[in-house]
């Protein structure tokens, strides 16, 4: 179990600018979240994927935010004409469901801070 | 919808002494509930989770909670802390029965412990 890891740990970028961040999950996991967490603030859900179907996003993930998942495996998130706002750090989480009401705990990985300039 | 209420923002507390995080949730209906930890720089660590059964939930390293329906609450508490104990703990529930986990976290509690 290598555990869940995220790419990049850090991205600076300006204001204006895309980024894409990349999460892999543990290997046998066949759902994959995003979340956003802000300082000083619990993280907040973003999106959710089984393998390949992403299939719950929040209000929170605007227009701007693009989420794929794509064999089922690692998942991308990208953030177009990025805004100070955006400024947060992201975490990936991945769990697996032997059923649809599976309840096996989300594994996080230590996410990707983005700051806006 | 759910939400979750972490009161106390930081809690400064010495070493070996007990301490008690508290966690109150709303929801109308039922949930799981979870306590994780995150170091500084890291992602968040599942801590321990109730699911069902017994009340009274324990962990590796001597953290224990416990559910209260009547009073909405998943207090956390361990009673000897060490220095490495020091880190943000977030409370946390989702719902059961929705096909998928999605996690509702609290704003968090900050444990710091001095010698």
């Known amino acids: 179990d290598t555990g869940v890891s995220q790419d990049p740990r850090h991205k600076i970028t300006k204001r204006g600018q895309n980024v894409t961040f990349r999460c892999d999950p543990i290997?046998?996991?066949?759902?994959l979240y995003w979340y956003r967490q802000t300082l000083g603030q619990g993280p907040e859900f973003l999106t959710y994927f089984q393998n390949e179907a992403q299939l719950e996003k929040s209000r929170l993930l605007s227009d701007r935010f693009s989420a794929e998942r794509p064999k089922g495996s690692f998942s991308t998130l990208e953030i177009q004409r990025t805004e100070q706002g955006d400024s947060a750090m992201y975490l990936c989480a991945s769990s697996l469901a032997r059923d649809p009401q599976g309840n096996q705990p989300q594994h996080f990985g230590d996410g990707t801070r983005l700051s806006i300039l | 919808a759910q939400s979750v209420t972490q009161l106390d923002s930081q809690v400064p507390v010495f070493e070996e002494a007990p301490v008690e995080l508290r966690c109150n949730y709303s929801s109308s209906v039922s949930v799981y509930l979870f306590w994780y930890v995150q170091y500084p720089n890291q992602g968040l660590q599942l801590l321990l989770k109730?699911?069902?059964?017994?009340?009274l939930v324990e962990s590796i390293n001597g953290f224990e909670a416990e559910f209260n329906k009547s009073q909405t609450s998943f207090h956390l508490r361990k009673p000897s802390v060490h220095i490495s104990d020091t880190a943000e703990y977030f409370c946390a529930v989702s719902e059961r029965n929705t096909g998928f986990q999605k996690l509702v976290f609290g704003t968090g509690t900050r444990l710091l412990v001095s010698p």
């Open positions: 109730y699911l069902s059964g017994s009340t």
């Open positions: 290997s046998e996991h066949n759902r």
